[in-house]
Nanobody
Framework: VQLQASGGGLVQTGGSLRLACAAS????????MGWFRQAPGKEREFVAS????????IYADSVKGRFTISRDNAKNTGYLQMSSLNPEDTAVYYC???????????????????WGQGTEVTVSS
């Protein structure tokens, strides 16, 4: 499956952005989806994951209550709604998909088979 992330940009502290991840090539609903991010000089970290059906989701503690992951399998697209953004959220955000994950969601990046190219989010103070 090919993934294309979009929606990043420059936003002020307290603002919102919605990232999208368009999938093509395979049946999107067969894949667990995740969002990860990598800030300058830091390692990639887990942000959120959503089950194949969209009924289950998990979040990193740092974004819980501010970010919402969702998906529209009919449109082969996943989303990450980000609110109350702060400068610590500045990073390149990557969407990822996993076919082999047995559980409904997954925090570990090593279990993801396909990755989008990343979309940059910058939050100014």
């Amino acid at each position: 499956v090919q993934l294309q992330a979009s929606g990043g940009g420059l936003v002020q502290t307290g603002g919102s952005l919605r990232l999208a991840c368009a999938a093509s090539g395979r049946t999107f609903s067969n894949y667990v989806m995740g969002w990860f991010r990598q800030a300058p000089g830091k390692e990639r970290e887990f942000v959120a994951s959503i089950s194949r059906s969209g009924t289950g989701s998990i979040y990193a503690d740092s974004v819980k209550g501010r970010f919402t992951i969702s998906r529209d399998n009919a449109k082969n697209t996943g989303y990450l709604q980000m609110s109350s953004l702060n400068p610590e959220d500045t990073a390149v955000y990557y969407c990822a998909a996993s076919f082999r994950v047995i559980s409904s969601t997954q925090r570990n990046a090593n279990y993801y088979d396909y990755w989008g190219q990343g979309t940059e989010v910058t939050v100014s103070s």
